[in-house]
């Protein structure tokens, strides 16, 4: 995948299937310098289905959560679509937050490769993604306390009076937004009450796919250590804004597509894993606010709620 006019026909499918375009509808499709290709490729597809598209190209924001600069901010807020192929996510922004609660409905693709864009989890049946999205997301809801086991550690955490979130790549009413490619159930868990250790050994925002397993160790929600090879990039990420070390997310994959390819956008989609973010949380039902959010994965957690296990050897029980 990387021809124009197959990028140019994943990007139809993505509009039509995914984000209900209709004709007459306005759409604008945000990217950067390393996103372009597939930013061209939607612009294109939005000419092609009789949408009334803009496109604006930015340079690279810093890492995840960096807000854009306020003329993208005001656009969006002013489109029926919004489409989001970007090096860093727009995911958990202010901006982002203000389009919803404008009625537009927004996919984010942070990390988008060309390869992503047609293979793997955006190739999935997303009415089974959907499906299973919603299964476990009720769960989460219904929950009050999480136990995460991986590697033989224990991380736990409340999520008492929180509503979990379903992205399931369909994002087609008003003020609706996710990843693409998607497939996932998260939630923000209660601050303050994380505590045990979890060890990441999948991906890791910022580092790519991880060779060797990551420990980090909780206590009341903020990180007191971290211990691997990759350490030292990870505290470089976490550092200079205190509540980037705290967590803000836990989510569960549920897309059978998706592969571990060293991009979060994908890697915390892959079914059966779980994945803990840490730092910003407060568009998702949180109060953690703070220009970073990080993400770790699990690959074959064991994890429970209210001691009922849902995960397990890399499969979702619902």
């Given at each position: 995948m990387?021809?124009?006019s ?5 990007a ?11 004709a ?8 950067d310098t390393?996103?372009?290709?597939i ?13 009334v ?12 959560g ?8 005001s656009a ?11 090096a ?17 409905r ?11 864009f047609g293979?793997?989890?955006i190739t999935a049946?997303y009415?089974?993604v959907?499906?299973?999205t ?5 769960r989460?809801t ?17 999520i008492?009076g929180r ?6 790549g369909?994002?087609?009413q008003?003020?609706?937004s996710?990843?693409?490619p998607?497939?996932?159930s998260?939630i ?18 910022g580092v790519?796919?991880?060779n060797?397993?990551?420990f980090?160790d909780?206590e009341?929600?903020t990180?007191t250590?971290?211990e691997g090879?990759a350490?030292d990039?990870?505290l ?11 967590v ?6 549920t897309?059978p ?10 890697d915390?989609?892959v ?20 220009d ?8 074959e957690p ?6 009922e296990?849902?995960?397990s ?6």
């Amino acid at each position: 995948m990387g021809d124009a006019s197959d990028l140019r026909s994943v990007a139809r499918r993505v509009l039509t299937d995914n984000m209900g375009a209709q004709a007459g509808d306005s759409l604008l499709v945000v990217t950067d310098t390393e996103t372009i290709d597939i930013g061209h490729a939607l612009f294109a597809a939005g000419d092609d289905l009789d949408l009334v598209a803009g496109l604006l190209e930015i340079q690279p924001l810093e890492r995840s959560g960096v807000e854009p600069p306020e003329f993208v901010s005001s656009a969006m807020r002013n489109a029926d679509i919004v489409v989001c192929p970007t090096a860093a996510s727009l995911t958990h922004t202010r901006a982002r937050e203000a389009a919803t609660d404008s009625g537009a409905r927004v996919a984010t693709m942070p990390g988008i490769t060309k390869r992503m864009f047609g293979e793997g989890a955006i190739t999935a049946d997303y009415g089974e993604v959907e499906r299973l999205t919603a299964a476990l997301t009720s769960r989460l809801t219904a929950a009050s306390e999480v136990r995460l086991e991986s590697a033989g550690e224990v991380l736990t955490m409340s999520i008492e009076g929180r509503d979990g979130i379903s992205s399931d790549g369909l994002i087609r009413q008003p003020g609706e937004s996710g990843n693409l490619p998607s497939g996932e159930s998260y939630i923000a868990p209660v601050e303050d009450t994380a505590d045990g250790t979890i060890v990441f050994d999948g991906g890791l925002a910022g580092v790519g796919v991880l060779n060797d397993p990551l420990f980090i160790d909780i206590e009341s929600g903020t990180i007191t250590d971290v211990e691997g090879p990759a350490a030292d990039e990870f505290l470089k990420a976490t550092t200079g804004d205190p509540c980037a070390r705290r967590v803000g997310e836990l989510g569960l994959g549920t897309n059978p597509a998706a592969e571990i390819i060293g991009t979060v956008l994908e890697d915390e989609k892959v079914y059966g894993t779980a994945h803990v973010a840490f730092g910003d949380n407060h568009g998702f039902g949180g109060t953690i606010q703070c220009d970073s959010h990080l993400d770790g994965i699990v690959l074959e957690p064991e994890v429970y709620l209210d001691d009922e296990l849902v995960v397990s050897g890399g499969e979702v029980i619902v």
